[in-house]
């Protein structure tokens, strides 16, 4: 029975190829997609994973508002350097604990022997402690003994077989210059560890021990932040840990304020107050900082993974409801030869466990294929066969499976299986039909889906157009930056060279923004505003827009003392008419320093347009402290300015040899800022048309199959008299009531979406009427066209054929 | 082996019951070849069905080989079919995606008969019928007339004790007919088979035995076929 049933199956398969193709085709689309999310989220969720012994590992987090990017506290992953010493010495359930610095700029040089320089990215700084804290697998020295001594290193295989193309290095030296006129480091290497099998939330190719990091800054009011990671000897009890973190902490806290003369409670009002906390290390990667989660990242395409398989899967029954006319006759027969109820939904089952193995064989395929375009889209590295969890994957995938196989197989079985043998055998079988009503509203949730689809590409290309389009308040053209702090007399060299217009540094620009709180008092009334430090001509250097008053200039002396320029976000904070008013700043002595607006100039953008620009200060004076800049903006007059950015390498090499020279256009940076967006709508615009395709398959083929069982009709209805196009608009009709229902209900439900995606951006569009009605107008006339060219075909048919076959 | 008493059928419509059969009651006993006939619509199909167990009657009792029919589970009713009744349409019924091989061998799977008794059985119906060379044919690839007889093969392929044909003979020319009829006639006398068929034709009805006139829905005269 089971080998007919089968081979029944086979024949009815190949009867309809082109249905059954894209059935299968459709599902494994849906598959697909599903699977390559399963994929992404099984790496997501296997970060840090790579040994037991991390279960003891954990991240001190740090209450703080330095360096985030809207100026607000936030539980940072860099903390201040002294809280090390003190966990180590009034916290003991952390047996040992290590400091890692921050990773500044584009990575590092390694210059080894005579050779050129080279960049490489993930070269952390640590203390001794870091192989105490972290199990790596050493290949060749000791974890003990590794970075005991300053100026060591020890670097993963990988990297070794980059740099000298063997793992046998142990003793080796080069030389690391982690910034342009750094003297650098002759590190030696002390060790080679194995790289890791999963990813890791602290990327590094190589961990130095320069000695840096093993002592605190010497002022009491300066301070160091670097990344603390603790052990635990076993499990601990994490609350009580915290606890005591807690306490020592605002011991700590209140200590330092005490010597710097600043008093607790000043310092932690509005709402602000003092923390600190030990976090597990697997919970690092899924907590970041500042962004989203990856989970929450992920929720819309998860969303969207979820909806393109249910598509697909509808598509699957509606395909198999459809086609279940055809099969009424065999089922009424079988029963009345003393088939059983659970046999024949047994043999039904077994037709779509064909099917869906199909899919799920062309869905690996396909995944195969798929795979590195992916991986290239969100820049990561999933892999299939070769997947460490590949055996809990394929156990998710076998219960999806499992899921989409009963899902679209059990309701076309039932109906079947259900249908009564008299009414089918007296050949009344397609009116007597249950599951049309299901089908129609299965239809109308496809289209549903495909709607929605068309109108957010809509709303989002309108938006993405809007975005690259928008000024951005300064001239990104002909301008480059060479992300390095600023030396005069480099910039005076530089200068000299025919093309270049002006040189200057900012601590802000995009592509490397770095905001800085700034608390003004201005009519007695305390304002926090951003401080950004420049030089002279930093702001024509960017080309940024005066709304009044002026920009710096060399002409005005006082410009180095106490001149600022707003944007025009700040002015609008403090007042009308700024430019001339004065306002206050208490500098970290106590003393009162009186600042001069000069100018205001008009918002430009740093960051991406989901965040506002900030209310922001410029000033050249370093009266009431500066901050670093790693910035070093180089404007041309010409077009054509290749030659002389060769030109200034040339500068460069002479006078910083130990360092490759890198630079980024502003038209870079702003792609870049640009990019993410970019991502998700290229990933929606793919699901978007995958989607929209699959419903559009489904309906073809559904309205063929309408069409045929309605054929003996239509035939019928030929002979006596009717045209083609009445015909054709009969079979039109049905359809077209469910695509405009769809349609009906989709709008609000892409407004919403819409709506909620658009909040987003700080800066963004009115939400537009058209692309709702285009992608009304879109689905209805691809309906009617697809509905029409299937019945136009049994229109124009023979009427004979289809009387005489009946 | 079958007794109808007070048999009822109708459909209400709109609140008025339209009869279809009225108190049927009437005995057919081991290896007749009954015939029922009337005008069109008079109710002879739904008279086959209910004794079918296709359909339930609206009111009545109904024995079949003594089992009273109407309080019979739906698992009995299927053991039924597999065992005692075979059933020849007049549409014949193949199943498309079947070989003719396969339509004769479906009854015996769900029987659950041996593949070796099986091969024999089909061997020797396709013989009987003269379609060997036809066993790997789809029923859209012979002509009305083979796939009826492939259609009674099928249905004796079970080995029932009972035929029920609605008009096996409708769609088919008068020699085909011919050669179906004297095919009941001699499987029921020889193989002793009852065979209850609805037929129009006056000729088809004399190769059986007795005839049941039905005129709107009531049995009007049930009389002997003298040979
Ligand atoms: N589902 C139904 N609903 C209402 N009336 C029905 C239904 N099925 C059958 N009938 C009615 O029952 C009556 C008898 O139908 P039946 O099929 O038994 O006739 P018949 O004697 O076989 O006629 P024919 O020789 O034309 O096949 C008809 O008048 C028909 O209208
Ligand atoms: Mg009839």
Known sequence: MFKLNLKIAWRNLWKNK????????????????????????????????????????????????????????????????????????????????????????????????????????????????????????????????????????????????????????????????????????????????????????????????????????????????????????????????????????????????????????????????????????????????????????????????????????????????????????????????????????????????????????????????????????????????????????????????????????????????????????????????????????????????????????????????????????????KLINLRTGYDQNFADKIRRIPGVQYVSTTTQVMGNAFNNKSKIIYKGREVNLNGVTVTMDALQTLGVKLVSGRLFAKEYVQDTINSVVLNEAAAGLLGKNMVGQTYGKVDYQGKTITFQVVGVIKNYHNEGFDKAVLPTVYKVSNLGGTSNTNNLLVRFDTKNYKGVINKIEGEWKKLYPDFPFQYQSMDDAFSEILEENKRFMNMIVLFSVVSVSLSLLGLFALSTFVAKRRTKEIAVRKVLGASNFQIVNLLNKSFLILVVTANLISWPIAYILVKKWLEGFAYRIELPLYPFLLSSTISIVIAVLTVSIQARKTAIAEPVVALKYE | MIQLTNIEKYYANKGVKNYVLRLVTTTINQGEFVSIMGPSGAGKSTLLNIIGMLEEPTYGTYHFMGEDVTSLSERKRIELYRNHIGFVFQAYHLIDEMTVYENIEAPLLYKKVGSAERASRIADLLDRFNIVAKKDLFPNQLSGGQQQLVGIARALAAQPSIILADEPTGNLQSAQAEEIMSLFKKLNEEEGITIIQVTHSEKNAQYGNRILHIADGVVKEDVAVLS
């Open chain 1, 18 to 477: 082109v249905y059954a193709a894209i059935n299968i085709g459709g599902l494994a689309l849906g598959l697909t997609a599903f699977v390559l999310m399963l994929l992404y989220i099984n790496y997501e969720k296997s970060y840090d994973n790579w040994s037991p012994d991390l279960k003891n590992v954990y991240q001190i987090r740090e209450k703080h508002d330095f360096f985030t990017p809207d100026n607000k506290e936030h539980w940072q992953e860099i903390s201040n350097s002294r809280i090390a010493g003190i966990i180590k010495e009034s916290v003991p359930q952390f047996t040992a604990v290590t400091k890692i610095d921050q990773e500044w700029g584009n990575g590092f040089s390694v210059k080894i022997d005579h050779a050129d320089p080279v960049m490489v990215k993930g070269i952390k700084d640590a203390d001794s402690a870091f192989f105490n804290v972290f199990p790596y697998q050493f290949i060749q020295g000791t974890a003990a003994n590794a970075l005991k001594e300053p100026n060591t290193v020890v670097i993963k295989q990988s990297l070794a077989n980059k740099l000298y193309g063997t793992d046998h290095v142990l003793g080796k030296e080069f030389k690391l210059v982690r910034w342009r006129d750094d003297t650098g480091n002759s590190l030696k290497i002390t060790g080679v560890i194995a790289d890791v099998n999963t990813p890791e939330s602290i990327q590094f190719n190589a961990v130095s021990h320069t000695g840096d990091q093993d002592h605190d800054p010497d002022q009491i009011g300066s301070s160091h932040y670097t990344q603390i990671y603790a052990k635990s000897e076993g499990d601990i009890d994490t609350l009580s840990a915290n606890k005591s973190l807690q306490k020592v902490y605002v011991d700590f806290k209140k200590k330092s304020f005490a010597a710097e003369k600043l008093s607790f409670k000043d310092v932690y009002k509005d709402g602000k107050s003092p923390g600190l906390k030990a976090i597990s290390l697997k919970d690092v990667h899924p907590n970041p900082p500042f962004s989203l989660n990856w989970l929450d990242k992920l929720k819309p395409v998860i969303g969207i993974s979820i909806f393109l398989l249910v598509v697909s899967i509808i598509n699957f029954i509606n395909l198999a409801t459809a086609q279940s006319v055809q099969r009424a006759k065999e089922v009424g027969v079988k029963k009345v030869l003393g088939a059983y109820k659970k046999q024949l939904i047994l043999q039904f089952l077994i037709e779509s466990t064909l099917q869906s193995i199909s899919a799920l064989f062309l869905s690996v395929i396909l995944i195969e294929i798929l795979l590195p375009a992916f991986n290239h889209q969100f820049n990561i590295t999933l892999s299939f066969w070769h997947n460490e969890y590949l055996f809990s994957i394929v156990l998710q995938l076998i219960a999806v499976f499992i899921v989409v196989t009963l899902l679209a197989g059990c309701y076309p079985a039932w109906i079947l299986s259900n249908c009564n043998p008299v009414s089918v055998l007296k050949g009344n079988y397609g009116n007597s039909l249950k599951g049309i009503t299901l089908r129609n509203v299965l239809v109308v949730f496809q289209f549903i889906i495909s709607v929605t689809f068309i109108i957010a590409i809509g709303v989002m290309h309108l938006q993405t157009k809007y975005i690259s389009g928008k000024d951005l308040g300064f001239d990104r053209d």
